[in-house]
């Protein structure tokens, strides 16, 4: 029988494989489960006759799992994920991309969808969270003057900072008020580029409603800003309202030392005459000999004539 020999690299790699085999054949529950959970959200929305209702579920760790929103007085889901399993054209899901929020939205609100919704996990872990919808007519409204009893035209406003230190979070604020009714929703732009939230959170966009003066409030919120993040903010409501806004990202570091070299102008020139008077004295000894010979010849016999 022949021995062959065997190296350590190879019992190493065996010996993954092995591992690598048994935890592939074990269920991935058992490798690592991660119990999706809620995140705080509001349990009690409000609205008007003919606006639009947002209704939100925040959930993280959800991995494989589906949010499915059902009425709880109801067995039938209205949404499973992205589909909607309802006739009625009124429901539609609102979902970035690795967004944690799945919202239930609610177009054309009447008084009929007013009640109790349930916002649920596909787990076998009863996993749910009710929110609540309160529908008032629209002749309830308070209406919505200036100081001068003049009523608010539709607009769009944004506001935040112009200029802002590196590292330091950008939040801008963009208001938009409709005519008859709340926009549906309001999208970022990033020097024509679309803004989205992003998995990490480093990019936040919220969203609120305030039905009562018609106006969608949306903030953009970068948590750490780069000199990249300098360009053209723009807001731009459902009914194609824009408004724009430059913000700066300021380096305080290199404005620091161009303003210190300024101001320590002399002692910075008298720095570099020392240096270059060092380098010429440098450059005798990177010389041939013999012309180092001829140098000192010559310096010997101009010194004797003086």
Not at 21 to 38: D, G, K, Q, T
Not at 44 to 53: K, L
Not at 185 to 201: L, P
């Amino acid at each position: 029988m022949v021995v062959l020999p065997v190296s350590g690299k190879f019992l190493a790699s065996t010996a993954l494989g092995l591992a690598l085999m048994i935890l592939s054949a074990l269920p991935s529950e058992a490798v690592r489960y991660l119990r999706p959970m809620f995140n705080d959200m509001e349990s009690n929305v409000t609205t008007y006759v003919g606006d639009s209702a947002v209704l939100e579920c925040s959930v993280r760790n959800l991995g494989t799992k589906s949010v499915i929103w059902k009425r709880k007085s109801e067995k039938h889901a209205l949404t499973i994920g992205d589909f909607v399993f309802t006739s009625d054209n009124s429901y539609s899901v609102e979902h970035a991309d690795r967004s944690q929020i799945w919202a239930l939205v609610i177009k054309n609100v009447q008084k009929e969808h007013a009640g109790d919704y349930e916002c649920q996990i596909s787990t076998k872990e009863d996993l749910n969270k009710s929110v609540s919808l309160r529908v008032l007519d629209a002749s309830s409204q308070t209406p919505v003057t200036t100081q001068q009893s003049s009523p608010i035209l539709p607009a769009v406003n944004l506001g935040g900072a112009e200029f802002v230190e590196k590292g330091n979070p950008i939040k801008l604020s963009c208001n938009a008020t409709g005519k008859v009714m709340t926009p549906d929703d309001v999208d970022w732009f990033k020097n024509g580029i679309k803004i989205k939230s992003s998995a990490s959170n480093t990019i936040q966009i919220t969203k609120r409603r305030l039905p009562v003066t018609r106006t969608l409030v949306s903030t953009l919120h970068i948590k750490h800003s780069n000199m990249n993040d300098t360009g053209t903010y723009i807001c731009r409501s459902t009914d194609l309202k824009v408004k724009g806004k430059y913000v700066s990202v300021l380096n305080s570091e290199s404005s620091q030392i161009k303003r210190g070299t300024d101001g320590e102008k002399t002692n910075g020139e008298f720095e570099l005459r020392k240096t270059s008077d060092f380098n010429g004295q440098c450059m005798l000894h990177t010389l041939p000999m013999h012309v180092l010979l001829i140098f000192y010849c010559v310096t010997y016999l101009l010194s004797s004539v003086h």
